[in-house]
């Protein structure tokens, strides 16, 4: 509901940017809303460009996309997990443990392929203050559902991540504020190359008539990696 609610918001505003979520956890705020107020400066054609395309770097969209798709899979795992009133999940092994000791001490492992679940493949070419209002509007929502999480689990682990294994209330809002900030210099490394190359910005930006379906200018990228 957030999320619909926030792009219609974008629509209506004709774009105006939309960087603000005031009832997301501050533990989430500090780290996806200034995130968000650097993706909203970013125009649609800026957004489409890959700094690296022989090595499969992702374009600054995609990594927004990658972001988004992350909570939305958190999210409806926890939400699973509230529906069934289970909290109970499988230990974790040495390995977990030890990596995720190193994601709450603020980093995590660079150059790492992402899931196929989190890779983004096929997306609607968005600006940045559309971009800007998803991403928000999926992390108020994964906030609300970690809540609801906290008073049904208190602080017994809810839910399992692929990777990280099972996490409590906190662990999951340290891990995906965490996982934000990683991106940030990606993504600023993917807009400020498409900067220094404008000729490379072949999308057209602008272009749509009156009532054309953007959903025809779907874009299809190569997998690429973190």
């Known amino acids: 509901m957030a999320l619909r609610l926030a792009y219609l918001l974008h629509k209506i505003t004709g774009g105006m940017q939309i960087t603000r979520a005031p009832f997301m956890h501050p533990v ?5 809303q200034p995130f968000a107020e650097e993706i909203a400066t970013v125009r649609l054609a800026e957004a489409q460009v890959s700094p ?20 939305k899979k958190s999210r409806e795992g926890l939400q699973h997990r509230l529906k069934s009133s289970r909290s109970r999940t499988t230990l974790a092994t040495l390995l ?6 190193q994601v709450f001490l603020g980093s995590m492992p660079r150059g790492v392929p992402a899931l196929p679940s989190l890779t983004p ?10 971009l800007a209002a998803r991403l928000l509007a999926e992390a108020e929502e994964l906030s609300d559902v970690l809540a609801e999480c906290r ?23 340290q891990y995906h ?15 400020d190359f498409a900067r220094k190359h404008p ?6 930006e602008g272009g ?9 200018e779907q874009f299809s990228p190569p997998l690429r990696f973190k």
Not at 96 to 101: A, D, G, P, S, T
Not at 151 to 162: E, K, N, T, V
Not at 199 to 204: H, M, N, V, Y
Not at 208 to 216: A, F, I, P
């Open 28 to 32: 989430l705020a500090q780290a996806i």
């Open 52 to 71: 690296d395309p022989k090595s499969e770097r992702w374009c600054g969209q995609q990594v927004v996309e990658h972001l988004i798709l992350s909570l």
């Open 96 to 101: 977990q443990y030890i990596i995720k000791f």
């Open 121 to 130: 493949i096929e997306f609607v070419p968005q600006d940045g203050p559309a």
């Open 151 to 173: 008073l049904a689990f208190g602080l017994r682990p809810c839910g399992s991540h692929p990777i990280y294994g099972p996490l409590r209330v906190e662990e999951w809002r």
């Open 177 to 191: 504020a965490v996982h934000c900030r990683h991106h940030v210099r990606q993504f600023k490394e993917a807009v």
């Open 199 to 204: 000729e490379l910005q072949g999308f057209r």
């Open 208 to 216: 749509l008539s009156d009532g054309e379906d953007l959903e025809r």
